[in-house]
């Protein structure tokens, strides 16, 4: 039976970053297996709590241990990933395992082949442990699903670690893995890292594979699913990157661009002009996000950057294309996807909205304008079906929005950006579709197709969670209950860059992580996690 509280020997292997546990598995002062079992206990001390590893490969991950043991006494070096543990997002292709993405009709299809990505994983040494929740076809703000059930935040059990990538995010948050895999459609990296404390980067659109890669919204290729690494510590991010891009001699996926990203340590702060913000005029970020980033760029400046106040051009208007483009199909290939599944209460009224026809929706919008609810209402008018010429015209205002936002990053000068990731801290359990403008921050780099990442910076103080005033909008009322009895929950600040510059955006967080693990508000659980010394809750 796994102990309670880790043995003292332990807990250096759990706080190691992912490179320093490789550095000491390649020089034999750890051995994989070592490590991996530490891990392995350590899942089985928080998981019961948080229901974030769902598919576990624990006898697999110890014979792959094994192995890169029995390498390493050969003298021989696996890859970058040499003897380590990682976890992986649910909707990748495990060989040996189901992808479900959260239906009940999927559990017991096995998957034949890894996935491109968790191919690479493993070609560069990595050991597998096992698969993290999702949301029901990824498609929600709290990873829940009728097959799997709820994953908790670890910094607070009654609240939610986001999506889609939320179990991976609760996993990492209290060392269960020193990395992982996710995938970021909307904010499904950034989101779940900023809200639990850790680290993550959805890189350019098309610099990574989408081979092995299940979901929702197949063939809406105009906002591109991408892949991307998470982990407590940011150097960890750029080894995993340069795994996942893999060699130009692998063609097996036709819309990626071959080739690895530059070195973030040759990216120099000195200079570099930033664009900063801390709202976009669309929803208001709570008073720690927006302190976080004020700090962030206090951060940057002592260090020679130049920030520049900024905000980006027609938000409301690209958010609305976000939704149409999203919503195009009116809910079909959702609908054919849950046939004969079991649904989700959440993921039901998902769907009954996005199938709501033009004239009712027009209703419902009105009312909801009537009755002061103007935050949804928009959304409910923007989240309809779409004819071709509109998917079109959507697709061409959205090419056009590019280029300009990368014209008036090349006038201005600006080689990143910084701003919140979301505007709100954790959400508690059950917190409805009311709240998905709040993830207008993460939606931006996904319609641009630039890489953004989520630093982890501070954490809600006193008095910071009682200030959003009463409003008679619901979304602003759920809001400020999302915000009270919020202080001590992690935030983030989010870092962009224009497209392919992974280097910068990487160098700028490295840069941030720097001066908030410095501080005393820097969100990292400590070890024994105190949930852990007690009973698991009935769930």
Known sequence: MTRLNPESSELPILQASAGQLVDRITSGEWSSLQVTETFIRQLERINPHLNALVVPRFAEARQAAEQADQARDQGITLGPLHGLPVTIKECFHLAGSPTTIGLTTRGQQVQQEDGLLVGRLRQAGAVVLGKTNVPQLMLWHESVNPLFGRTSNPWDLDRGSAGSTGGEAAVLAAYGSPLGLGSDLGGSIRIPAHVCGIHGIKPTSGRLPREGLDGALRGMEAIMFQAGPMGRHVADLTLALKVLCGSSAEP??????????????????????????????????????????????????????????????????????????????????????????????????????????????????????????????????????????????????????????????????FQAAICPPHALPAMPHGAPIDLLPAASYSFLPNLLGWPAGVVAASRVRDGEDQQREPSRDRVIQRARETEAESVGLPVGVQVLAPAWREDVVLAVMGRLEASFRATADYPQLPLPIPFALEEPRAS
């Open 252 to 413: 097996r996926d036709i819309d990626v661009v071959p080739g690895t990203i530059a070195d973030p340590g040759h990216v120099d702060l000195q200079g570099m002009k930033i664009a900063c913000w801390d709202h976009d005029g669309t929803f208001s970020p709570a008073p720690a996000i927006r302190r976080a980033v004020g700090e962030a760029a206090e951060h940057l400046a002592a260090q020679g950057a130049e920030l520049c106040p900024w905000v980006p051009p027609d938000i409301p208007e690209a958010l609305d294309i976000y939704y149409q483009l999203l919503g195009a199909d009116g809910g079909m290939d959702v609908t054919r996807l849950l046939k004969n599944s079991q649904v989700h209460p959440h993921l039901k009224r998902l769907v009954q909205g996005a199938r709501l026809s033009r004239p009712m929706r027009w209703m419902v919008s009105t009312l909801m304008n009537c009755l002061g609810q103007k935050t949804m209402a928009r959304v409910v008018q923007q989240t309809r079906r779409s004819s071709v010429i509109d998917y079109w015209g959507n697709t061409r205002w959205l090419v056009a929005y590019r280029r300009r936002l990368l014209e008036i990053f090349r006038e201005q000068g």
